[in-house]
């Protein structure tokens, strides 16, 4: 198995994010990635441990990647169509 893709590491390296992974979706001929962020806090911005700021922050991380074009490692480069940002299940 090879290195995660620059934009995971980059996105992995903020502080409240626990793991990425691509979900990938197909339709007439086309393939597009999405990018999906587990964070260890609560999604609702309503929650008392919701951060904003984490989110911005993997927000801009996402579109700076994306502008910089940093994916040179991709064997079959596809482009990241969008993110998604889930909270880590609680047992």
């Known amino acids: 198995m090879g290195e995660k893709t620059s934009i995971r590491q980059r996105v992995e390296a903020i502080k409240g994010v626990t793991r990425t992974w691509f979900e990938w979706t197909s339709a007439e001929q086309t393939e597009s990635k999405l ?5 260890d806090f609560d999604t609702d911005p309503n929650a008392p441990d919701y ?3 984490t989110v911005s922050a993997i927000g801009e991380t ?4 994306l502008a910089e074009g940093l994916h040179p490692e991709d064997d079959h480069p596809v482009l990241v169509s969008g993110l998604r ?3 880590s299940r609680r047992g």
């Open 62 to 65: 996402f579109d700076e990647v």
């Open 35 to 39: 990018l999906v962020v587990e964070v």
């Open 51 to 53: 951060r904003g700021k």
């Open 85 to 87: 940002i889930v909270p």
